[in-house]
Structures are given as C-alpha cells and as structure tokens.
C-alpha cells in the first residue's frame, strides 16, 4: 500500500518550499473526482507510461500519487512517492487509526493538538498605495499585476506559530455550522456570498457573482481574493429558512464554536486541545484573542518577524476586517483510546488512518446489543426490535475477536427497527428507554455477537439535545416532514416543566464513559462547561462534521440553477467484470455451448482471468457431487406458487407473446446448462417467478452453505434485468459478501444494481441471460477472498497490509455461512424441500451434513489450542487464509460452537426418528 493517505501534508524532497497535501494515492479505495483533478502537473521524473495511464484512464500505477497545493487554484500535481515526504498527517476526533496497518489493534482518536505556522494575507501597505492597480491598463492574466505575497511569510522563514485552539475561522458563517436561531437548532447548508471591492478611486462596489470578475483582481485562491469581504447568508435543512444579512448581523443567530475550550474539563484531551476540523494547511483563519495580536510573537519561540504588517485598523479598510491569516503549516498530536483500553499521545505521522473498517469493530465506551436477546417484532405496521440485553465495551481483544462487555440492568429498551435509514436524519430511535442502571457484570463476548445499534451509536463529536429531567418526547430535527421544534409531554408527577434552553441544553458529544454516561460541552453556555449525563436524557441530531443528503434543493430555493441533486448509489457495491454471454442461439440439449461463456472486453488476459475463475468454481463443486444428481436442475411445479416466494404479489400482466417465449427460452437455457450445485424452480401458474438455490462453491468460505435467490420478471423484461432477492440468513450479524446485502439486494452490473465501468458490462436485452447472473454469482461473488470484492479494492489485493483484514473477512463469511445451513434445515423455502433434504440428509446425496460437522470439528481443535493467528508481514504477501487452514479467532470459535451444537442435535434426532420408524 501507499505509504501516503488522503490529506496528508507533504513537501517536495527536492525543494521543501513546495507544499500540498495528497489528493489520491494509487492505492486509494475511494479515489478523487477524477474531473476536479483534470488540471494536473506532470513532475518531470514521471515516466511517459505512468503519464498515459493517467490521462486516458485517470488511474494511477503503484508508487505514484496526486498532490493538491495550498491554494484550488494551484491545480494538482503528480509526482512520485519517493520524491515526497511527510511533514504532517491531518485527523480529528473520530478517526480510527493503527500503528501499523498489519496490527489487528486499532484506536480511535479522542483529541488532537494543532500547532499552526500562519501568515498574514494582506498587509497594510497594499491598502496604502495603490498604484500598482490604477496605473494597470491590461486586465488579462499578467501575473506582474497580481498582488505579491508577503515575503516574510516564506514556510522556512519565523511566522507566527499558533495553537490550533487560539484561532478560529476567518468568517463567522460557514457552509456545515451548527447554530441556535430563536427557538430552533440548525445547520448552515449553503450560502450566497457578495464580494465587496475598492476600486482604484477608493469607492467601494458589492459583486453579487464574484465568479464574474476577471483577473487579475479577483481569482479563487490569489492574493486579490483577500481584498474582499465576504457576507454569507444561511440557510436551516428543516424550514429552508433563508436569513439576510441585515438579520444575520443583528445577534439573532448563534453559531456553535466547537473549538471553544471547556473551563471544567472532565474529557481526556490534550494541552491546547483543539476540537474544531475546520482548521488546517491552507485554511483562512483570526486570531482569537485579536485586542493583543502582539502576544502571540512575543511569548513564543518564533517571534514575530520585524515590521510585519499584519495588524491592519478597520479605519483604513472602510470599517471591513482584514486582519485575516492563511495556515501554512502544521503539527499535529493525538490522543489515541486503543481497542485494550489504554490510551497514548501520538504524533499523528507516526500512525496510520485506518479507514477499511469492518462491521465488528469496537472500541471501549461503545454501546453494544447482544444479538441472541434481540426480539424482532411488528407492532402498528412499524418494524420493532426489543433489546434484551445492552451493555458498555470496556476493553476488546481485537486478536481473538471479543471483547469485554459490562452489562446494564435488564431494562426494556425498545428501538425501531428502521432507525437507521431515518436515525442518521436526527431522532435517536429510542421509544422506550425506561432507567437503565449499569451492573458490575463484565463477561468476555464474541464481536460477532454484538452489535452497535444506530440508535445506541453515540459517537464523539456528535451534536446532541440533553434534557433536565425524564419526559416523553416527541420531537422532529431535521426531519422528513421538514419540521424543527420540540414538543414533550409532562413529567410522571404532573408538574409543568420549565422551558428548556436551547443554549444550555445543545452540545456536542465530547467522551463515552465505561460506566454508561456520556459527556457532553455545551460551547454555547457561559465557560463552556462539561457535564457527564445518562444516556436515556440525549438525544442525537447530527454527525458532527457531515451534513446529510437531503440537501439538494437548497440551492433552487435560493434561486439557483444547480438545485437537482444526483441519485447517490454509494450504498451499492460493484463485484468485478461482468458477464456478456451470447446466449440467443443455445439450443435446448447444447450443454456444452451453454457453458461456453464468452466475455467481451478489451483486455484478452482480464476476460481469461475472470472466466478461469468461474469455470475453477463450476469444476470444483462439480466434483463434489459426484454423479447425476436426483433432484432435477431446473423443475416446473404443478403446485401454485408458494406465498413465502418474495415477489408473489408482484404481477405480469398482461403476459404478452414475446414475454412468454423470452421466459420459456430462459427456462430451456436453464434445463440444459444449470451447473451442478444450482437448482432451480418455477411454477405452472406464474412462470414470472423463479427461485434458485446455490451450493457453495468448494474451496470457498462459503462451501456447502445453501444461498437462495428469489427473481422475477417483470413486463419490461428482457428489456430490463429480472427482479432479485436475496435470502440473508445472517440474523443482523452483518453481510455475508460485500455483493450480498442483509436488505436482499445482489449488486452487479447486470442487475443494474451498480453503474458498470463499460455499456457492455449492463443488462443487454439480445444477450444476457439469467444464466449470466447464476454464473456471476457462483464465480464472481461467492469467491475465495470476498474481501476484495468491495468496490475500489482491486489495489489491495495481495498487499501484506491487507492480509488480515481479508482473512478476519473470509472467517466472518465462513461462520455465517454455517448458519445459513441452520436455517434453510430448520425452515426450508417452498419448492426446495426436495433439494435441502437430498443435499444435506439422504443416504444417496452427497450428506453435505455430515461434511460440514466434520470441517467445524476439524478446526475447533486448532484455534482451541493456543495457536497465535498469523499476522502480516511484508516477506510474504499472499497466503491460505485461517479459516482453510483450520484457525479461527476465539470469537467466531464461539459462534460456530453453537451452530456446530445445534447440527449434531438436529442430526441426533433425525436419526432418532429414522430408527423410531
């Protein structure tokens, strides 16, 4: 992997002078918008491929990155790594981060301390003579007329060094703040700026479009820019209220200073701690204390440069403040809470951004629900869930995969089940907290029995309401009916609450304590104060450094033109090459030419490779079968389609000619070409309708596991893909495949369930086919290593910094899997009973049952007898995972325990009643 991340700032070795922070790096798993970087230097080292690359593809080949310079303007750079190096890596609270990306233990930060090198933007002079402007004639771009920089602010020349926690941003309303407005709490969600300049006349003149002025007086990211006064308008997510700036100026509008230290600081935070992620390389910023600008050169070790023009009077700017500064370097420390409950400072280049973080990690202060005493249920339409037993992470064993839990009292929590689609939107999910007590119970627990619950997940940095006193609330920040407000019922003893403040009771998450409270810092009350409160008495708003999505049309309501938003399908994973198979000419009894699946692409070695693994998957679960196998491939059942089919209420009508033969010809491609481990069914009665059952490829983490897929084709089929679902018999452990959702959605191309890379990679009516998807699925999806499936993964594969993370994924899929056995011989789907019963419990099958105990067995011994996981290392980057050698962490140990108690039962007593017979 790249020995660089995302943000990092960094100096060119050949002439430290040139600073930039990292765009994208080669092995970057979300890389840049490719558009915004479409101005780049080449470093003249670059090699013409490396070049090429770039230009016709905008990817980078390993060992090369992407640098932005301090000002947008500047455009980006790209340069190779060994010509860089590492002044200073940004983080904030929240970020997760390793020591060595090989470690299996990670920490999160809970507080940084900047320490920022920054030089003035305008001088005093600049206003004082003028004739460099008046006497300009030529309004084109000639740099000789544009404004030069101060020259005593060079980087490696003394500045005024400054703590993060003393500035602040140069402009009191920004785009993401946090604000108090009457009786309301909002977010700044866009803005409309007017530039004022002075002319050469000294008049001053208001630009409603600054992107209207021509340089060299006006552009993004020059000196000339600092001339002028930029008056923000705000707007609230909820009531779009637009505020003027007249409105704006009269003190009606408190912005949360989230940078605003604490007089009683109860949190672990560092000497000069600074909170606020607004402050960085390259940001505008003022001095706080702004009335002795003086102090900050003489009480430190770089003292102020002599004659320094920094300190300009608002009577010499018509009455605007340009006492503004840019950040030109920086220092940054971080107080880091590692998994094991410790805690350490850390210069943030010497840790590395852990940001692939799985779904089972936690860290001390979470809190967790255990997922055997979670009861799901539907009351009023609504999806419930009843946590029956929730607790606090005290520390976690990230090697072994547990952690210690200390538990509440029993208590009756219930949470919606749909909290976290609409959790993210304000509201905390909790219906019914009741008093949760913490108990001093402390029990060692498998990750993969836990989970942080949307509602429950409290995370620093988090904006949050905390009341005075237990009421029952109803409330809507943020909300989808675009309400703001509060609204409670009276309290258990009749008595009429008092007002609740909004300055006194909204704040921002500052710590998560071992014993159930969380601490809060209400920046908006008199010194800043923190105060440690109950969990039942918050209730979360909003991510502290995100906005959400619903956003869009904020910029029509100002009466812009921009104001479509796009349709974001960042939820949705892409697998890998998809399948173009020109199926129009199989014939009924032509199995071979069937198998031949020919994939078009302009890569002949990529198309062999992605073929190879498909027909590897089919030969292999093959072989596991052995003979003809008795139940038939593909079946149509006399029987009317079952009602626990997915789609049964979703009609075909009218069923037209050519949709009729389009489904009979799918049926005729699947009786004479299904591989062996797939079967499939349909019905008489709604041909529309198919269910499907794959057997785990051999060789897989997934090998013997039943997973069942219902489709159906809808009247624009073969114009659209057949409709899917996906059977996720995880019971809220998490996905199985990153290609394979708990909601029952299968990404793929041909699915249109992701955008392809290419035209040829979608749906094509006269070409692809349901085999098609079959064949992705078995040899594409349900792979060896799944963990590079995720989309933006393929330069991860095989690096020695990916191996564990690949082998903890591969050990997730391979116990959940075994769960997937449990259910479907508990409860098997209508029209596989057949199927399930042959696979797993006739004499004449392949008994994949009893294969399957005897892997679990196999490895119980191994991981039960003290064997030290392999980690990492940089001698040997590719290896057999733990699960195929027979290691597993004691946690999933604990969870294939069990499903391995529950199959010998099950077998027990199957053959119980056998001989009763």
Known sequence: MSKFYAEDLVALEGDPTIVGTVAQTWSSVDPADAEAQSDVYFHNSLPRAVRTK?????????????????????????????????????????????????DHQSGTVISTSMQCRIRPCCSRELYRDLDELRNAQN????????????????????????????????????????????????QIVGDISEVTLRLQDGSLVTVEDPLELEEPFFY??????????????????ARKTILDTAELEMGGVVVYDRNKRSQNAIAPHLPQASYSPDIGFGHLVRLRDEAHPLKHGTERDSPLPTGLPYNIPLTETQGYDMNVFQVSHTTTQALVLWQDGTMSDERTVSVDPYDNIDEYEVWPGDRVSYLPSEDHVVCEGKPLVRLGKVGIVQSVHPSKRTANVR??????????????????????????????????????????????????DFA?????????????????????????????????????????????????????????????????????????????????????DTREDDQEDFASDLGGEDGKGEEDNDEIWETDDEFEDATDNISPIDEKEAMDIEMEDDEATHVETAEDRVRAAIERTAAMFGPPTKPAKMVVLPDEAPQDHHFIRSTTQPLSG????????????????????????????????????????????????PFVIDMHYPSSFPNTPPDTFFYSWTNNAGRVNPNLYEDGTICLSLLGTWHANEKRENWSPAKSSVLQIIM??????????????????????????SFIPSSLYSEKAYILSK????????????????VINWLYKDDQGPQLLDQVIADCKRVQPHSEGGEKQEQGSESRAKRTEAWANGKLSVGAMILLKRNLEWLETYKADREKMEGVE
């Open 658 to 705: 050519n949709f009729i033969g389009r489904v009979v010809k799918e049926q005729n491609i699947l009786f004479s070409a299904l591989p062996e481990g797939v079967f499939a069914r349909t019905w008489e009665n709604r041909l529309d309708l198919l269910r499907i059952l794959i057997v785990g490829p051999t060789g897989t983490p997934y090998e013997h596991a």
């Open 407 to 456: 538990w509440f009292l029993p208590c009756q929590l219930v949470m919606n089940e749909d909290t976290e689609a609409s959790y993210n939107g304000g509201a905390s999910g909790i219906m019914n907290a009741g008093d949760l007590k913490i108990s001093d119970e402390i029990t060692e627990v498998s990750l993969y029995e836990i989970r942080v619950h949307p509602a429950l």
């Open 776 to 801: 992705s699925i078995v040899g594409l999806v349900l792979v060896e290593r799944p963990y590079y499936n995720e989309a933006g993964f393929e330069p991860l594969i095989d690096t020695p910094d």
């Open 460 to 544: 620093r940095g988090a904006m949050v309401l905390v009341f005075p006193d237990r009421r029952s609330l109803s409330y809507n920040f943020f909300g989808e009916d675009h309400l703001t407000g509060i609204e409670h019922s009276e309290p258990s003893d009749s008595t009429k609450p008092a007002p609740i403040s909004l300055r006194e009771s909204f704040g921002e998450l500052v710590d998560l304590c071992l014993d159930g409270d969380i601490v809060v810092r209400f920046a908006l009350s008199p010194g800043s104060p923190e105060l440690k409160v109950a969990m039942q008495r918050v209730i979360y708003l909003a991510s502290g």
């Open 139 to 186: 309004h084109s771009r000639d740099t000789s007329l544009i404004t030069p920089p101060c020259t005593s602010c060079d980087l490696h020349q003394s500045g005024l060094s400054v703590p993060a926690s003393e500035l602040k941003h140069w402009n009191t309303f920004r785009e993401d703040d946090f604000l108090v407005y009457k009786d309301c709490v909002g």
């Open 819 to 834: 769960g997937f056995i449990k259910t479907a011989l508990s409860a098997p789907l209508s029209g596989l009973e057949d």
């Open 220 to 237: 993004h990211g020059s000196d000339s820019l600092h001339l002028a006064q930029h008056l923000h308008s705000s707007g609230f997510r």
């Open 54 to 102: 770039w230009i016709k593809e905008k990817v980078l080949e390993p060992g090369y990155i992407v640098i932005e310079f301090q000002n947008e303007g500047d455009g980006y750079c790209l340069v190779k790594e060994t010509s860089l190096r590492l002044i200073d890596r940004s983080l904030v609270v929240g970020d997760v981060v390793k020591r060595k990306a090989s």
